[in-house]
């Protein structure tokens, strides 16, 4: 089976601009995750969708960082404006539900 | 509130040797208790799990954990390590109720040595 794609893999930007992610998680996966793992630490839940409804979002920072999940399969998460401090990769997970997560590769990302 | 110390940054090992990775948790409840191995570029995948039964857990690669109530410590062995165990392993602690909000440790980076 195909594993869950993200895309772009590397992103580098300039603090202040927005930067948007994407993930294609695993066919029939109705559970989506998007987690922040910073250098040095483990990785930490940003949302939780379950098909296309927040589960989780309460380490989201609203302020600046939205996601959506279209149709209950996509999701995209976005940054608008970054921060110095939002260098991180970020990775998206999918699973059935309440079933082990099946993480992409991540996306990383530098603010300058 | 939940929280996973991995007390060792970093651990260089030579192949073929026996390794031990600490975890100890804190959560006030029974927790679920979880290893991932990241391996570099890529996202993590679990090794093992222990919800409830019994304390010693087998795992894929060979690996397993015991969990140890009294100790609040969820250690991860491997009787002999190979070179393409290097990565970086964490070690995680969620609610009953399976594999959502998973708190995880900040990671332990295993070095294997030829």
């Known amino acids: 089976e195909a594993g869950v794609a993200q895309s772009p893999r590397y992103k580098i930007i300039e603090k202040r601009q927005s930067v948007a992610f994407w993930c294609n998680p695993i066919s029939g996966h109705a559970t989506l995750y998007w987690y922040q793992q910073i250098l040095g630490q483990g990785p930490k839940l940003l949302i939780q969708f379950q098909n296309n409804g927040v589960v989780d979002d309460s380490q989201l920072p609203k302020d600046r960082f939205s996601a959506e999940r279209l149709k209950g399969v996509d999701s995209t998460l976005k940054i608008q404006p970054a921060k110095l401090e939002d260098s991180a990769v970020y990775l998206c997970?999918?699973?059935?539900?309440?079933?082990?997560?099946?993480f992409g590769d991540g996306t990383r990302l530098s603010i300058l | 509130a939940q929280s996973v110390t991995q007390p060792d940054i970093h651990i260089t090992v030579s192949e073929g040797a026996s390794l031990e990775l600490r975890c100890n948790y804190s959560y006030g409840a029974t927790p679920y208790l979880f290893w991932y191995v990241q391996s570099p570029g890529q996202g993590l995948q679990l090794l093992l799990k222990y919800f409830s039964g019994d304390t010693l857990v087998q795992g894929i690669k060979g690996f397993e954990a015991e969990f140890k109530r009294s100790q609040s410590s969820f250690n991860l062995r491997k009787p002999s390590v190979h070179w393409s165990d290097a990565a970086e392993y964490f070690c995680a602690v969620g609610p009953s109720g399976g594999y959502q909000k998973v708190t995880f440790g900040t990671g332990t980076k295993l070095q294997v040595i030829p």
């Open positions: 997970a999918s699973s059935p539900t309440n079933q082990p997560q099946h």
